[in-house]
């Protein structure tokens, strides 16, 4: 996690105790569970359903935790494109259960 943390905070110290408390603020339940995107339809429902409820400036983090964490895993493309549409999304007001299951959803 401390790399991860360190990646996203390119090179800041303040950037990277904030990500720190960010990181720390979300359960283990679910940053294991998204170590790579959901491979199941009822688990990236119940993981969509669990984040759209959280704090708008916690969900735009936790999509800038996972870009970086699933680039460096899968090097997928495809993958990037969705998480440039669903921040746009996000920034756009469009309903954020919405935004998590066209990202999560296999």
Do not use: C
């Amino acid at each position: 996690m401390t790399k991860k943390i360190l990646s996203i905070s390119s090179g800041s110290p303040g950037q990277a105790i904030a990500n720190i408390t960010m990181l720390a603020s979300i359960s283990k339940e679910i940053t294991s569970q998204l170590e790579v995107p959901p491979d199941d339809i009822l688990n990236a429902l119940s993981l969509s359903n669990s984040i759209s409820s959280w704090n708008h400036e916690t969900q735009l983090w936790l999509l800038t935790y996972l870009q970086h964490d699933w680039w460096q895993k899968l090097k997928n493309t495809q993958l990037l494109a969705k998480f440039t549409q669903a921040r746009k999304q996000l920034l756009h007001h469009v309903t954020p259960r919405s935004v998590w299951d066209n990202l999560l959803l296999p």
